[in-house]
């Protein structure tokens, strides 16, 4: 049994005028700014922004406490605020008190259930061949990209039977060209003053423009399945379109519909590209785990086309990205804020509406949980997963505000990365040092390696 610390005061970084603590957030490096600070100034501390105070917590004892959903639920943190823009009340961005949440989350729970798991399984493998087609006519390739092609065309022929062809075509897609500029200044924007905010004309118009562009795409996918040149029917957007709430009768109105299609496309590609690129990544780095995980595939997957059943044998797989999320979750923090006057920890007051950020990369880090060796990269911690205490490894957030995906995630993840290991050498020619991109999620920047075929092995 670990002994989980209890901390009961609240230390503060130093500030700096009416900027407070911002100086000390690294250009486009919040979350590992954040980390830092964590380490120095322990698992509760307070942040001060211009305008306001944040709590953030990485203490699992704490995040138990603040997991308690008659106390606590999550709230729209400054970062999702600032999505809001494109992706307005839909699952990921509405606030838990918005009747639209509870209506659109009835309405797609059907669409994540084991029976429709089986049904996207052949898409996905669809998808994951042309990646695998690509992959085996270049010399080097740049793994984070070429992931982010690969999800955001799965979740687009999976979720509403829409084809990007973006791993078919150089040029990264209108949508995701839009959508990383979209994500990247929603987080420049929480380190900006009012006053650099007003002055910055130009980046406003290109957010404006970016929003349009990714509009434009969501309004052609809905038009195409309203005028029936498109089916899909038992996919997310026939739900969308037909559903109603089970509770109250209703269907959802046409723009919550736009802005569920847009959270379901970034969310439901944006973090499952992450955690490939880091597997990836990691299996590279620690020769030992990745020849486990190849024999793994080779056991398993014993024709070119894996099965449903096939990809839920692939134990070993899914320890390897379990791993993956403890060290970098790709969604690395959520917020949750106080139903009423309460107190955690050791008398630590916290007040009605007010907002604690839990920062996951640091949870899952504490060593009293996870032993010393935090920063290695050991799949075999999963072995024994129930004795993981429950509130120290939160990589989908917590309650009924979990990700709703988290299954369609991982059964593609397993299936992706089952399929590159069956059918390629991961070499690190450049010896690729690891370096986190921040946007709403996380992912490894610029990180290009070498392929090669791997010969056939007959288990």
């Known amino acids: 049994m670990v002994t989980l610390t209890r901390i009961s005061k609240l230390p503060l ?7 407070g603590n911002l100086p000390l957030l690294k250009k486009g490096k919040m979350v590992q700014s954040f980390m830092t600070l964590a380490d120095e100034y322990g698992s509760i501390f307070q942040f001060r922004l211009p305008g306001r105070v944040s709590t953030i917590v990485s203490d699992p004892l704490l995040v138990k406490e603040l997991s308690d959903e008659s106390l606590f639920t999550k709230t729209i943190g400054p970062a999702l605020k600032n999505v809001q823009a494109f992706t ?6 509405a606030e838990s008190s918005d009747p639209n949440w509870y209506k659109a989350h009835h309405i797609l729970r059907p669409c994540f259930s084991q ?8 898409k996905m493998v669809d998808i994951t061949l042309q990646l695998l087609e690509k992959w085996g006519t270049l010399k080097s390739l740049n793994v984070s990209q070429d992931m982010t092609r690969l999800t955001l065309d799965t979740i687009g022929l999976c979720g509403f039977n829409y084809r990007f062809h973006s791993l078919k075509n150089d040029e990264l897609h209108p949508f995701i060209a839009s959508m990383i500029r979209g994500l990247e200044e929603s987080m420049k924007q929480i380190q900006r003053s009012s006053i650099q905010r007003s002055l910055m004309v130009k980046t406003k118009r290109q957010f404006q423009k970016d929003i349009q562009t990714m509009f434009q795409l969501v309004d052609e996918v809905i038009a195409l399945r309203r005028s029936s040149e498109c089916e899909g029917e038992g996919d997310f957007l026939s739900h969308m379109l037909r559903g109603r709430d089970p509770n109250t009768g209703e269907n959802l109105t046409d723009e919550n519909i736009r802005y569920q299609i847009m959270t379901l496309l970034i969310a439901g590609h944006e973090t499952t590209s992450g955690l490939l690129s880091f597997a990836i990544y990691f299996l590279m780095k620690n020769q030992e785990k990745l020849e486990k995980a190849y024999e793994e595939v080779d056991r398993v997957f014993i024709d070119d086309i894996p099965t449903y059943e096939q990809v839920k044998q692939l134990t070993y797989i899914r320890k390897v990205l379990q791993e993956t999320l403890r060290l970098w979750p790709t969604a690395p923090a959520y917020a949750v804020k106080a139903l009423e006057d309460t107190v955690i920890g050791e008398g630590i007051p916290i007040h009605k509406e007010q907002q604690v950020m839990i920062l996951l990369p640091q949870l899952h880090r504490n060593k009293e949980v996870w032993g010393d060796d935090v920063e290695a990269f050991i799949p075999e911690r999963f072995e ?24 369609f995630a991982m059964h593609e993840a397993a299936l992706v990365l089952g399929m590159i290991l069956k059918n390629f050498e991961l070499i690190d020619k450049d010896q690729y040092h690891l370096k986190i991109k921040e946007m709403l999620t996380l992912k490894p920047d610029q990180f290009v390696i070498n392929v090669k075929h791997r010969e056939k092995h007959l288990i």
Do not use: V, W
């Open 13 to 19: 970084p130093k500030s700096y005028g009416p900027l």
């Open 115 to 122: 029976k429709a798991m089986k049904t996207y399984h052949d």
């Open 88 to 93: 307005g009340d839909g699952l990921f961005t």
């Open 384 to 407: 024994a997963i129930k004795e993981i205490p429950r509130h120290a490894y939160k990589p989908f957030g917590n309650g009924r505000r979990a990700c709703i995906g988290q299954y």
